[in-house]
């Protein structure tokens, strides 16, 4: 035990972590790929930086995702909404009984646009069984917060025209689950109905990054590799990181809060973002239940293992159970 | 990224973790308190050794534990169960109404018994609001397995003898996890009908310790220093650690388990082993709730902190619930 900075910190000791043997083959694999070097932020200052390396990482994750082709007969409209590009997906099979599913796509605050949002919404719509709209909403360097949130609150009234709220479950991953979160607080003070339920997964609902898990898995996760403080600055463009509409941990929940699931996982860097929101629900008596995958890091095994679809099926049910309590 | 004994590991440089800020004063102190040294297990054979440890370290607990009274009114009887030593604990304006708790204390499967049962008995007693039964069941190095879970499951079929099944709530915390759900997987293939639900607070679920967080936790769980595996093989006595009665994440929940409340916290040695049965109920459909207590370790914050307050308001709830949907 020493004092750092007046702060008592513990001292841990280099040390080597063996990969679980009790994970699956393939989690066993993803955990065990070799870390590759971390790139790094450019100067927050810099756009013409940030452009380059968010245009960079966004064909990375493209080419990563290429492998996955939507299930045939999946239909993809892309529509504006009150001026918001949105992809609606609609998977082969589903009934047209207007429930949707509002789908927040992750990318830490900065990444995930265009033909990114339109592959990740393909694959929530898959997961959830349902017909999605998938925002691409703007975002920085050209359009810092409150742009990206403006663009889900828009969304979110546009669906409101046409379904009742008990019709609507809002999602979103990651830096997705920070937007869902805080559109749901939003939409709340706005006087807006609130929909069915609400799915956070992993959510980077503290911009501060005020949570223990930023230390103690840092080096652990096999994702999320850093703080992504230069990110969240860039987004939060000058705003305060704690306002709840910028990191709605702070939020107040008492206030009205759908029925929440929050997974997450034991290497997760977000694993105290899930855990700490999961507790602010409950204290403020929302419904809310919290899903904890062994070992896994952010956003589970890239969805290759069976844990993952452990996860899945929470999801789907969840979903099912409270589109189904409201017909 | 290295191999070691042919296993991957990821190797983590040394570091200073400090106290999250974000917690309350109380269990920011006890995460700043200094570590002591560990004391280390005396040798498998020498049962002397064994016997003065346990005795010394029991007094040690009892010290700890004598700063917390019983409320005023609180009454405890001593009785024999079948042969079995049970402690029943009725606190202050509980109501003769049938229900009871069966506590399974913890203590590593060797601490915990006598005088230190009788007082945590009754710190559940005061937490769960209703009557308690606390097993002061036999232990290693003189009783090893199967004698301490046999002296439950008799405890369990001599509550049965006056309760009807849905009156009765079991848990434990810690080792008393372990046999609480140990003595559910025998209740049921013995044919016995299931209690009402149970508690499992941070349960020793897996002696074969396979989880990660053995590996990721070490060092920052300020009450579980080290591996337990010493007790655990004096506790097995030559038995495997990896059957279902030993260690319970390896058991069948498809045949039946009562639903469960789970508790944990992103330092504690044993979140692997809670979150991994957690996720092994729910695949087996048994309906179970998990809550993880931001950076505190194994058994939370001592009891001291607002956070203890917040899990023990989660519990009370849980068990109220299903004493009431039993009625």
């Known amino acids: 035990m020493t004092t750092v900075d007046s702060r008592p ?7 080597d972590i063996p990969v679980p043997s009790s994970l699956s083959p393939e989690a066993q694999a993803m955990l065990a790929m070799p870390r590759l070097e971390i790139s790094g932020y450019p100067p927050l200052a810099d756009k013409d930086a940030w452009r380059d390396q968010i245009a960079q990482r966004n064909e990375a994750l493209l080419a990563m995702m290429s492998g ?15 001026g918001v590009r949105v992809y609606v997906i609609t998977p082969p099979g589903v009934p047209d009984d207007g429930r949707v599913y509002l789908d ?4 830490a605050l900065i990444l995930g646009g265009g033909e990114v949002c339109r592959a990740m919404g393909t694959g929530t719509a898959a997961r959830v069984g349902a017909r999605t709209w998938a925002v691409d909403y703007r975002m920085p360097p050209d359009h810092p917060y409150p742009a990206p949130l403006d663009d889900c609150v828009t969304a979110y009234r546009a669906l409101l025209r046409d379904h ?3 019709q609507i479950i809002v999602g979103g991953a990651s830096a997705g689950g920070n937007l869902a979160a805080a559109l ?6 706005e006087g807006l109905p609130l929909p069915a339920a609400a799915v956070l997964a992993t959510p980077e609902a503290d911009l501060t990054e005020s949570g223990d898990t930023f230390q103690t898995n ?8 850093d703080s992504l403080m230069p990110a969240n600055l860039l987004y939060a463009a000058g705003h305060d990181l704690a306002d709840p509409y910028v990191s709605p941990l702070f939020g107040d929940f008492t206030k009205g809060f759908p029925p929440t699931i929050l997974t997450t996982g034991t290497r997760d860097l977000f694993l105290s973002n899930t855990v700490r929101l999961h507790r602010a629900l409950r204290a403020a008596g929302v419904p809310a239940e919290l899903h904890v995958l062994e070992a896994a890091g952010h956003g ?5 293992a069976p844990e993952d679809r452990d996860l899945d099926r929470e999801i789907r049910r969840f979903v099912t159970l409270h589109w189904s309590a409201a017909a």
């Open 68 to 82: 996955r082709p939507p299930a045939a007969g999946t239909e993809v409209d892309e529509i504006e909404a009150d």
């Open 184 to 189: 749901l607080l939003r939409a709340r003070d």
């Open 218 to 225: 840092l080096g652990l996760d096999p994702v999320l590799r």
């Open 104 to 107: 927040i796509h992750g990318g």
């Open 9 to 15: 910190t513990v001292h841990l000791p280099a040390r």
């Open 300 to 304: 589970g095994f890239f969805g290759m």
């Open 164 to 166: 009742a709220p008990e």
